[in-house]
């Protein structure tokens, strides 16, 4: 089992039914969870708003 980053915060999240799908169809391909993969996304939308500034 992975462990747990350090410095999380936890967060509620609703996803839809697609996009859960989707990301459990990643976790099995990529091997990812999916809580990192969330954390990854999030952080590459916060870089692309940071730059339009």
Do not use: C, F, W
């Not at 839809?16 to 990812?32: I, P, Y």
């Amino acid at each position: 089992m992975p462990t747990k980053p350090v410095n999380v915060k936890p967060v509620m999240v609703y996803l839809t039914h697609e996009q859960h799908a989707s990301l459990l169809k990643l976790k099995e391909k990529l091997g990812t969870p999916v809580s990192e993969q969330i954390r990854r996304a999030i952080d590459r939308y916060l870089k692309q708003m940071e730059s339009r500034k």
